[in-house]
């Protein structure tokens, strides 16, 4: 038995006791988790995702007894990560069968193109040799032909030489046969021929001694001419040797002068090509400058132009308020009364709403002015006088009000004007606090990722640490299980620990209760509570263990 739990240390499985004070009981049978793994692969794809929904907690490490609690657990392994693992390994495993397919393929891949390649050099080596073999044949015809060609031309030489050789012999050498068997003829014919060869020895004897006597007076001659010249030539030779030493000396002071002129010159071609540079340096930053320049008046025409049409709709603001009051002003019936020079207005260029207030006003109070000195005229002489100069008074604070109002209007037209000559360094000086803007959004942003990444590693080290401090905990378990177990629990000292299978009915009855790890301080927490409790990670971690 204690052999079939070591074969198969996945399929058994332990209950879980009611209580941990009841002891264990023995109860050993066939493995359970072998037939509910049948039907759960019998069963359809629907079901099986319905079964790990209602109970997610079913892992591998269930079915172990560790501990003496219900939240005891050997491991945090699910069985949908036990799946993944499965697919993971089916698709290794037909990955690899594809991998032997390929390298079976490449393998013979390779013989067929080692194959082809040696049958490809055959070929090419045969025609290599029947090429080098037509050339070796036409070379040797071609030596035989010329062997025949000389061999002609020789036998040609011999037999033209043969015939010199013989028509010579003819014709000085060769005597009758019956003449030349006469012994007095053939002495007559050698003397002839030696008394002409002595004639020409003695020809040639006087001529050697006309040379020689001939050849010494002319030798004379020419060594008193030889004399002369020598002493000539030495004269213009030392005249040439001066000329010469003048000459060097000269050449030495003209190298020394050209070796000055080639420095300057390599000077002056430095100094050459450095001006060459400013000057295209000058030109790219003028072409720089232009470009700028362009860019910078099409935006300021641009601008312009926005500031334009700005004034212009403004204007036609304007334009149409003071049409509005001059309207206001015409059906008033004050205004019909008082003269027009008090009422004539210079063109303005804004008119501000506290104006259009005070003119109303004051039109307001001429008409009541005037009401008043119709009742007044009604009444008693002294009263009409006192209407009178009321009139007058009130005219004469119009005229005032409508002056000054002139001259704002004149002020607000030369703050115009000075604001658009103002404009263009406005604009100037928006365009570097916008640099400015731009530069320190960019320090904002990098900061903000500093930051950003600074948090990720907090949250990564926190982690770490929680993961330790998890480790720690479950060591601390273990041991405390191992004195528990020691000291207050009966074993059959007899037997190992063996592992009891669970029913499958109590699974479904029980809810699912995690692991809650209490927060012990560790010597590997490093981290403030606060910190952890920001960026701290769950202290639940799978860890994924096999049985093969």
């Not at 030779?237 to 010159?265: G, P, V, W, Y």
């Not at 501000?352 to 009401?371: A, E, Y």
């Not at 704002?408 to 570097?432: A, G, N, T």
Request: charged residues 35%; aromatic residues 8%.
């Amino acid at each position: 038995m204690a052999g079939s739990e070591r074969a198969d240390p996945l399929g058994a499985q332990m209950a879980e006791p009611q209580s941990a004070e009841l002891p264990r009981v023995e109860t050993w049978g066939p493995p359970p988790s072998m037939e509910r793994w049948k039907k759960f692969h019998v069963q359809p794809l629907e079901e099986q995702l319905e079964y790990f929904d209602f109970d997610p907690r079913v892992t591998i490490s269930d079915d172990l007894k560790i501990g003496y609690f219900k939240t005891d657990r050997a491991t945090q392994t699910d069985v949908t990560e036990v799946l993944e693992i499965k697919k993971l390994s089916d698709t290794t495993q037909k990955l690899v069968k594809l991998t032997t397919l390929l390298q079976r393929d490449f393998k013979y891949l390779k013989m067929y193109l080692q194959m082809q390649f040696e049958d490809r050099l055959k070929e090419e080596s045969n025609k290599l040799y029947k090429e080098l073999q037509m050339i070796i044949e036409e070379i040797v015809a071609l030596h035989e032909k010329n062997e025949d060609t000389m061999r002609k031309s020789f036998y040609k030489q011999l037999c033209d030489a043969i015939a010199t050789i013989r028509g010579a012999y003819l014709h000085f050498f060769e005597v009758d046969e019956e003449v030349a068997k006469i012994p007095s003829v053939n002495i007559n014919i050698f003397k002839r021929k030696l008394m002409e060869k002595n004639d020409i020895i003695t020809d040639l004897q006087e001529q050697l001694a006309s040379y020689k006597e001939n050849k010494f007076s002319k030798l004379e001659s020419l060594k008193e001419e030889h004399n002369e010249k020598i002493a000539q030539l030495e004269k213009e030779i030392s005249d040439l040797r001066r000329e010469n030493d003048r000459m060097n000396k000269a050449t030495a002071e003209l190298e020394e002068d050209l070796q000055l002129c080639e420095k300057a010159n390599t000077l002056l071609e430095g100094e050459l090509s450095a001006m060459k540079q400013r000057m295209e340096n000058d030109q790219k930053m003028i072409q720089k400058l232009t470009l700028l320049k362009d860019k910078l008046s099409e935006e300021l025409d641009q601008e312009k132009r926005a500031i334009q049409d700005m004034y212009d709709q403004q204007k036609e603001d304007i334009e149409e308020t003071r049409r509005l009051l001059e309207a206001e002003g015409i059906g008033a019936k004050s205004f019909r009364e008082t003269p027009k020079s008090q009422y004539e207005e210079r063109p303005s260029i804004r008119r501000t709403p506290t104006l259009r207030s005070q003119s109303r006003s004051q039109s307001r109070r001429l008409s009541r002015s005037v009401q008043k000195e119709g009742f007044m005229r009604e009444g008693t002489p002294a009263a009409s006088a006192a209407a009178a100069a009321a009139a007058t008074a009130a005219a004469a604070a119009v005229a005032k009000a409508e002056h000054r109002r002139d001259e704002k209007h004149d002020l607000i037209w030369r703050e115009e004007v000075d604001s658009k000559q103002s404009m263009e360094f406005q604009i100037k000086k928006l365009k570097k606090i916008l640099e400015i803007q731009k530069r320190q959004l960019r320090s904002l942003q990098t900061d903000q990722e500093s930051k950003m990444w600074q948090k990720k590693y907090l949250i990564l080290r926190n982690s770490l640490h929680a993961l330790k401090d998890e480790m720690f905990t479950r060591q601390s378990f273990v041991r405390q299980f191992v004195t528990l177990s020691d000291a207050y629990f009966n074993y059959h000292k007899a037997k190992p620990l063996y592992i009891q299978p669970k029913r499958v009915s109590s699974m479904k009855e029980r809810p699912h209760q995690p692991t809650v790890l209490p927060h012990l301080d560790s010597s590997s927490h490093s981290q403030n509570s606060a910190d952890f409790l920001i960026f701290s990670m769950p202290t639940t971690s799978r860890v994924i263990k096999f049985g093969i």
